[in-house]
């Protein structure tokens, strides 16, 4: 085989590998152009760094996310429980615990609750939709109970407006999302838990019987993205300026709608971060397009579904396609 042969094959592999992610790349370029030019002020830098806090808190859930879906499981809990550790980190700084200790409490109450659903699908073979349905009610409850539905204020902290803050032009917020979404790109492609989670998704008994710990991984799984939960609700306080019950709405179907847009199968075994970025990235510009050009709140979510189940269907096609050209190479 020549080399001009063996080039054009590599690059015929490449882009075959990435045509999800180069689709998604062409999906935000063409957003870019259409809302530039249809929408007052999209292009602002003011907007720019709006897009990426707003990116941030749904990027960081995300990440979390694309994990559990490539194990083969779902959490529909991330949005009540950001909501919950937010009103958790708000009192905790009302009752002047110091800003250094009351971080950390709140992840290690987002480590817990996610344990609860990893422990309920790992050890109790209940399935992960069941369990993080009723931490999704529950905790929503709890948190608007505690709070009679009202904003919890606390007193002005340094540390929260530094978060809330730019660092070389971009929000910090933007920051920490690029860091934990390297972080988990890493764990992913290089690290043993991380092919252990692929093969779990790809076939559960299979691993097993390999030796895999698959009952200790789904608790790691729901425990990390109760974690990234925390996170995003350190975020979003700080962004607020108070801890609130009813923030983070709907923020579980946009996390599964960024992930099965990246490309990640439903069914488990498939899916990169990379394409949950860019996922992120279309759903993010989206709702930022959409409220500038003034379309009624109601009529978004109605686009949104669209969106959901158009990438679906898209997933559920190139799982096939692939399928089939693997069939054909074997």
Known sequence: MS???AKDRRLSNFVTSHLNEIGLLVVIALLYLVFSNSAHGFMSIYNQQNILRDAAALGIAAAGATLIIVAGEIDVSVGPMVAFLSVVLAFLLRWDVTIFLAIPLSMIAGIGLGSIAG????YFNVPSFVATLGLWSALRGLA???TNALPVSFPRNPVLDAIDDELLGLPVAAWIMLAVFAIFAFIA??????????????NANA???TGIPVKRIRVILFATAGLLAALSAVLLTARLGSGNAGAATGLEFDVIAAVVIGGTALSGGRGTLLGTFLGVMVITLIGNGLVLLGINPFFQEVIRGVIIVVAVLLNIAVGERNAKRAAQQG
């Open 3 to 5: 080399n001009t042969a």
């Open 119 to 122: 422990v309920l699908r790992g």
């Open 144 to 146: 608007l109970f505690f």
């Open 189 to 202: 492609q290089k690290t043993v838990y991380g092919r252990s989670v692929y093969a779990v998704g790809g």
């Open 207 to 209: 691993a097993h019987l």
